[in-house]
């Protein structure tokens, strides 16, 4: 399983963010950040959204842009066992 954090440079939401998903130990998962201000679609499209979570199953072989789910994005003050709760639920689904 593989999470993707769409980010950018100075966003402190994003920083604690990430800083949470790296804590998480009781799920495994790969954590990829994406800097948005590398991309103009990624910009121009999360330039007011950052932080936003994805949630990537790679099982399909073809491109995981079609296996890609947008996750809601959790409150700056959940902790990590709120953020791991919230991660467990969306891997049962």
Not at 59 to 88: C, D, F
Request: proline share 5%; glycine share 6%; hydrophobic share 35%.
């Amino acid at each position: 399983m593989q999470l993707i954090l769409y980010s950018k440079p100075g966003c402190h939401l994003c920083e604690g963010l990430q800083e949470k998903l790296e804590q998480i130990q009781n799920i495994s998962f790969e954590l990829e950040i994406r800097d948005i201000t590398t991309r103009d679609d990624w910009f121009a499209a999360y330039e007011y959204e950052v932080p936003v979570i994805y949630l990537s199953n790679r099982r399909g072989a073809e491109g995981a842009e079609g296996s890609e789910k947008l996750l809601p994005r959790p409150s700056p003050r959940a902790t990590v066992q709120q953020l791991e709760q919230m991660l467990r639920k969306y891997l049962a689904n």
